[in-house]
């Protein structure tokens, strides 16, 4: 999924993780773009819980990621606690599209 933002040529400020499960994908978008508020989104709380404590180890293994805490949120794809265009690309992981 990660390689086809390899042709995506923008800088957001604002990257939503639709279905972010256990975040494999937050870190890595975290390090594409330095610059952008990195949020993650599930419906299933205890899936974010187990990325919260994978996170917390990678920070300890990686320090340039300490500083960067990414939000995370139980919420459904339908009805998110956002603005409309308040979020830049979302990034929809497809287990989560089928679900």
Do not use: H
Request: charged share 20%.
């Amino acid at each position: 999924m990660l390689e086809r933002l390899d042709y995506v040529r923008i800088a957001p400020q604002r990257i939503l993780d639709l279905g972010c499960g256990t975040g494999a994908s937050l870190t890595a978008l975290n390090e594409r773009y330095p610059g952008a508020l990195v949020v993650g989104a599930d419906l299933c709380e205890s899936m974010l819980r187990v990325s919260q404590a994978k996170r917390s180890r990678v920070r300890w293994l990686m320090p340039f990621l300490r500083s960067r805490r990414t939000p995370l949120l139980v919420a459904q794809a339908s009805a998110l606690p956002f603005k409309p265009q308040s979020v830049g690309p979302a990034l929809v992981e497809p287990d989560a599209a089928l679900a």
